[in-house]
């Protein structure tokens, strides 16, 4: 939680710092401010109510509703920095229907089953957040080569250099992706890649 904290206060300060930015970059930077916000909350949440220590289940409930938009704030945030405003719209319109399926799972359960114990209702959140936070993690890299190979096109030189940062932090983006859906079901698990998750972050 402290460092998702400390991303949030620093994304948060750096406006002070950096007064002379683009729209487009405010955006993005606002937008990594909400997912480090709700990455806290989560963790707050998770302390203090202890759904991670009642159950994995319960836990990984907790951790697809909060998890879900914030993977997408952070991707969109990335995706908004390379993409044109048709493709922008597309993956909005993913997301907004990714995070309300998995709303809708939530609330039909817990109307089904009375209770926070939903078994068909969990399984039905993690397909849908499986499936979303691959598209989260391969569609920015898509969309960054993309948008690479027709610059490259049109000014006829290498511009790998231009696009180095922007590809390390995609990359960082899509191992964490990758690793997510693999670790909020099992505590150990995530006792284990949890730290490495923290230092890719960093």
């Known amino acids: 939680m402290t460092v ?18 683009t729209l487009n970059y405010e955006k993005s930077r606002w937008l990594l401010f909400t997912a480090m916000l709700l990455a ?4 707050l949440l998770q302390i203090f109510l202890g759904f991670r220590a009642a159950s994995d289940e319960l836990g990984a409930l907790v951790n697809m509703l909060f998890y879900t ?10 995706l908004r920095m390379v993409s044109d ?11 907004f229907v990714s995070v309300a399926l998995i709303l809708v799972c939530f609330v039909v359960g817990y109307i089904c089953y009375r209770s926070l114990n939903m078994p068909v209702a969990l399984r039905s959140m993690a397909v ?15 969309e960054l080569f993309r948008v690479k190979q027709l610059v490259e096109n049109e000014t006829g030189g290498d511009i790998r ?19 997510v859906p693999f670790v909020i079901f ?17």
């Open 85 to 95: 405003r048709k493709h922008k719209r597309l993956y909005m319109l993913v997301g």
């Open 186 to 202: 099992s505590l150990k698990v995530l006792s284990i890649f949890g730290p490495i998750i923290l230092v890719l972050l960093v």
């Open 69 to 78: 938009p914030a993977v997408y704030l952070v991707s969109y945030a990335s």
């Open 4 to 21: 998702m904290a400390l991303m949030a206060l620093l994304l948060f300060s750096s406006r002070f710092f950096q007064p002379h930015t």
């Open 40 to 43: 806290v909350v989560h963790y």
């Open 128 to 142: 849908v957040f499986y499936i979303s936070v691959f598209y989260y993690a391969f569609y920015p890299l898509h």
């Open 161 to 179: 250099q231009f696009f180095i940062y922007m590809r390390v932090g995609m990359a960082v983006l899509f191992m964490i992706c990758i690793t």
